[in-house]
């Protein structure tokens, strides 16, 4: 039997509402694992808020992979060996810091042990600090502060405002960074190709997989690319109405164990 890579969003896909991987998906995911199949995190989230879950699976033990920042990081946890990264540039954070200051958004990066926010931070950057265990300092100089490596930086507003704020970030650096939502409120301002359909080709071609071998599974908008890129694409039940569009199959909702049959389905 062929070796199939299984690449999982986390909010909203991996995680019940509770933020939590139920005991029916994590059998699932174990026994595939098992069977020499490999299960890859992908996700908007740093690396290091990744780690629990990667330690919960046991993905070093099981060959698995960390596609973090929306796949500007791929890490072997087997090793620990950062495969592939590019980082954002630095000389962009002074226009990013005037752009969010201008039209009242959220503006915050991480470093390996917290979450900066360039300004007071408001609810949205406040729970992306809490789903990764980092505390959130406010700085009072966000690009001074920042002297450590990039790998994106997370803008954050209403749904409606939102939508609007992107299509201005993309008139004015979508020539230089990759800029999308991967929820209503959190748009993402990442290296320029970056992304986590790019990230799964790049590992899926390091580790020798084919596309046809590949399953992945979301619910967000920066979910899409990966969705269109595998061999079998998977909205979950609760995935944004464009997610579903682009996916080749709709499974259940993240609270109904949706992943589990995914995995009987396509894999086992």
């Known amino acids: 039997m ?11 896909t991996l995680l019940n509402s509770r933020k939590e991987i139920t005991p029916a998906t994590r059998a699932a ?13 992908s996700s908007g989230r740093p690396t290091p808020g990744l ?5 919960e699976l046991e993905l070093d033990r099981y060959g698995g992979y960390l596609l973090s920042f929306n796949g500007a990081c791929i890490t072997e946890c087997r090793t620990g060996k950062i495969l592939f990264q590019r980082l954002l540039p630095v000389e962009l954070l002074p226009d990013l810091y ?6 009242g958004c959220g503006l915050a990066t991480h470093s390996e042990t917290e979450a900066v926010s360039a300004f007071c931070p408001d609810a949205y950057i406040s729970m992306e600090a809490g789903m990764n ?5 406010t700085v009072d100089n966000f690009v001074d502060y920042v002297d450590f490596d990039v790998y994106k930086c997370l ?7 939102a939508v609007v704020l992107e299509g201005m970030l993309q008139e004015r650096f979508g020539n230089v960074v990759g800029i999308y939502r991967s929820e209503p409120y959190y748009i993402e301002v990442v290296p320029r190709y970056v992304d986590k359909g790019e990230a799964l080709e790049r ?5 020798g997989v084919e596309r046809e071998d590949v399953v992945c599974c979301g619910d967000g908008y920066n979910d899409i690319s990966m969705i269109k890129y595998a061999g079998v694409g998977v909205a979950m039940g609760n995935a944004q109405p464009e997610v579903k569009e682009a996916a080749d199959y709709v ?5 109904e164990d949706g992943l589990v049959e995914v995995i009987h389905k396509f894999i086992l």
Not at 29 to 38: A, F, P, T, V, Y
């Open 2 to 12: 062929k070796k199939k890579i299984l690449a999982l969003d986390m909010d909203g």
């Open 251 to 255: 499974t259940l909702g993240n609270d």
């Open 133 to 137: 265990g980092f505390p959130v300092i």
């Open 98 to 103: 005037d752009f969010a200051r201008k039209n």
């Open 29 to 41: 995911l174990r026994k595939i694992m098992e069977e020499g199949h490999r299960v890859i995190l």
């Open 51 to 55: 780690r629990p879950y990667e330690r």
């Open 155 to 161: 803008m954050t507003a209403e749904p409606e405002r």
């Open 203 to 207: 590992l899926a071609g390091i580790i």
